[in-house]
Structures are given as C-alpha cells and as structure tokens.
C-alpha cells in the first residue's frame, strides 16, 4: 500500500459510545472496559483477539484497532444494525506515533503478520483491501480476501480525539442522532458504506 493513496483510517462503533470517545479518545478494549461501551464485536473473534499477543509487544487488547477500509466483512455482518452504528475517520497522522503496529489482515487470524509504522504499509495488500466485494469462487481465496480486507492499524492503548476528522453514518436518521448530541463532529451520510444503498 502506498500512503500517498490513503486518505483515513477508520473505527467502527456503536453511536451510544461517541459522546465518550470525544472526551476520552478511542481506547482499547481493556482500558475502556470501565466505561462499559457498547459493543458491536463478534464475541467468537473477540475469543481469539484476548489471547492473541502481538509479537514482541503487547496482548492484542491493549490496542486500538483501527481498518483501512471500513466496508469489510466486520461492517457487512453488521448491516442490519447500520441505523446504530458509525465509522469515524482517523486522520492518517497516527500511523508515526511510536509504537504502532500495522497487520497484513485481520489480527484475529493465525497467518496475520505483524510490522511497525509506517512501514508496514509496504506488506498491505492495497488492491484487496480496497476491493469492492470479496467473494470468490475459491474458499481458500475467500477466505484470504477477508482476511486482507480486514488488515489492521493498532495503536497502543489510546488514540487522542484530535485526531478524528469525522464520522460516516449511513442514514439521515443516524445523522440527526448524532447531531443531538452536539458533539462538533463532520457528519456524511454513506449508505455504499454500510452495504444499505
């Protein structure tokens, strides 16, 4: 992947979880547990990512993750929940903070492979992760399609609300949901996004 093609980096969550994400940052599964957010996970992945440790560093959980491309299979198992759910745009800046790891696909998985930022983004596979559909004919092939759709961008422990640009939703309700909430976040509507238009 070459960074001058990429634009952001996005985090999926519930709507109910913004208000705190502008006031505390995103944080990683362990260090928001207190705050008790909404989750969106799929338990059964959230298994493997507890026990998972990235190489040389530290348990996957104690990193936020964050995609290249929102529209994976992560967002499309979601869709029917689009009205409840947003994408917030990261500014592609957190890829030099120190520390930061970038996956080749999903982290979750048993061949994902791990690399420091910014160059790491050397081993993504752009083509794939931006792909429009991941289907295949081929399992094998499917299968590794999720996966590189899903790669990943971790950053430990916390990403400060400075740099969020924005938010997708992908309704014009959801956008007067988070609109009520004066929150002074960018808002556009993308149904493409979330598999609904």
Known sequence: MKRVDLHELHYIT??????SIVQRGLLSKRRAKPF?????????????RETKVVPGARP??????LYFCARNPMLFKRKD???EICV????????DLPEVVITDRNA???????????????????DMVFAEYWNDDNPI???KKKGVKCAEVLVPDRVDSKFILG???SCEQTKRDIEAMNLSLPIKVDPHLFFVG
């Not at 519930?14 to 208000?19: F, Q, S």
């Not at 989750?39 to 959230?46: D, F, P, R």
């Not at 930022?117 to 993504?124: D, F, K, M, N, R």
Request: aromatic letters at 10%.
């Open 60 to 65: 996957l959980h104690e990193y936020v993750n």
């Open 36 to 48: 008790g957010p909404k989750s969106i996970a799929m338990e059964g992945v959230q298994e493997i």
């Open 88 to 95: 917030l745009r990261i500014s592609t800046d957190i890829l």
């Open 167 to 169: 938010v997708y939703v």
């Open 141 to 143: 092939v499917k299968w």
């Open 108 to 126: 979750a998985r048993n061949l994902a492979r791990f690399y420091p930022s910014p160059e790491g983004l050397a081993y993504v596979d752009q």
């Open 81 to 83: 929940q689009h009205a």
């Open 14 to 19: 519930h709507i109910a979880n913004l208000p």
